[in-house]
T-cell receptor
Framework: DAKTTQPNSMESNEEEPVHLPCNHS???????IHWYRQLPSQGPEYVIH???SNVNNRMASLAIAEDRKSSTLILHRATLRDAAVYYC??????????????FGKGTSLLVTP | KAGVTQTPRYLIKTRGQQVTLSCSPI?????VSWYQQTPGQGLQFLFE???????NKGNFPGRFSGRQFSNSRSEMNVSTLELGDSALYLC????????????FGPGTRLTVL
């Protein structure tokens, strides 16, 4: 799977928007961009995923650059509960070889009141 | 719908022993993956089972093995435990479609003394 690069940590104030960047310059045409997050003392949870177009769901938005070499996870109003490690992961959508997520180090998001 | 369940939640073993961890996926999910999480190495993929067959394998020694039963429940086994095997072991299930999200269980915390 292609590699992703994320900042080690970011900080945000509560109720403000948060933009979490991810670089994936070696992304292939069939790679989907997945975001997961892991809250303290819990297993990871799915946030959002996309291929080429921007995506929105109840948790977040995913903005994908036109050349797909970077993407941004947007939390529209950060809450204290959003403090977690956020992982940007590429997953080959054409692969029949199975499902394995390469989590990397992720971005640790701190939300302050 | 019940989530992914893992048993036991906590386990203490001594070096040289073996251990078996259990995972029950979400009903209808045919793919079960296992991950190891340690402070030093982060989240690392162990293996994935789909329809009772190992479909994907990470870079772990042969002491780590798994299996899946016809009802999709999965077990992983670690033989000849080492101190470095102390970790949080996470199980995740998905329908099996490559781009679908994975649902994670709460994990089993294994301590090797």
């Amino acid at each position: 799977d292609a590699k992703t690069t994320q900042p080690n940590s970011m900080e945000s104030n509560e109720e403000e928007p948060v933009h979490l960047p991810c670089n994936h310059s070696t992304i292939s045409g069939t790679d989907y961009i997945h975001w997961y997050r892991q809250l303290p003392s819990q297993g990871p949870e799915y946030v959002i995923h996309g291929l080429t177009s921007n995506v929105n769901n109840r948790m977040a938005s995913l903005a994908i650059a036109e050349d797909r070499k970077s993407s941004t996870l947007i939390l529209h109003r950060a809450t204290l509960r959003d403090a977690a490690v956020y992982y940007c992961i590429l997953r080959d959508g054409s692969s029949n070889s199975g499902y394995a997520l390469n989590f990397g180090k992720g971005t640790s998001l701190l939300v302050t009141p | 719908k019940a989530g992914v369940t893992q048993t036991p939640r906590y386990l203490i073993k001594t070096r040289g022993q073996q251990v078996t961890l259990s995972c029950s996926p979400i009903s209808g999910h045919r793919s079960v993956s296992w991950y190891q999480q340690t402070p030093g190495q982060g989240l690392q993929f162990l293996f994935e089972y789909f329809s009772e067959t190992q479909r994907n394998k990470g870079n772990f020694p042969g002491r780590f093995s798994g299996r899946q039963f016809s009802n999709s429940r999965s077990e992983m086994n670690v033989s000849t435990l080492e101190l470095g095997d102390s970790a949080l072991y996470l199980c995740a299930s998905t329908t099996g479609e490559v781009t679908n999200e994975q649902f994670f269980g709460p994990g089993t915390r294994l301590t090797v003394l």
